[in-house]
């Protein structure tokens, strides 16, 4: 049964930086395109990085140049660095692995916050 578990949340100050981890546990579809979405209070779901077997990166505008994703070399975890945080990163965010039917699967989510 296919999950992904998602790590590296937490509580940080403005300018601080966190890394989040996603392992993708108990499926051979760990080479598909994977990537970070967060959803912030009464907004939207978006999102901010995405990653394929390639290695192929995007990013939302708004954290250009200061986060980065990563996927290790066995496909199984993607990372997302995030720098210079900010208090508008504030949100949860959501792993995904993209299925062969073109839909997400989503993790659970980690609650990210930056605040003084």
């Known amino acids: 049964q296919l999950r992904l578990v998602e790590s590296g949340g937490g509580l940080v100050q403005p300018g601080d930086s966190l890394r989040l981890s996603c392992k993708v546990v108990?499926?051979?579809?760990?080479?598909?395109?994977m990537g970070w979405y967060r959803q912030a209070p009464g907004k939207q779901r978006e999102l901010v990085a995405r990653?394929?077997?390639?290695?192929?990166?995007t990013y939302a505008d708004s954290v250009q140049g200061r986060f980065a994703i990563s996927r290790e070399t066995g496909m199984s975890t993607i990372y997302l660095q995030m720098n210079s945080l900010k208090p508008e990163d504030t949100a949860v965010y959501y792993c995904?692995?993209?299925?062969?039917?073109?839909?997400?699967?989503w993790g659970q989510g980690t609650q990210v916050t930056v605040s003084s």
């Open positions: 990653i394929t077997s390639g290695g192929i990166t």
């Open positions: 108990g499926e051979v579809i760990r080479f598909n395109p």
């Open positions: 995904a692995i993209l299925l062969p039917d073109n839909s997400n699967f």
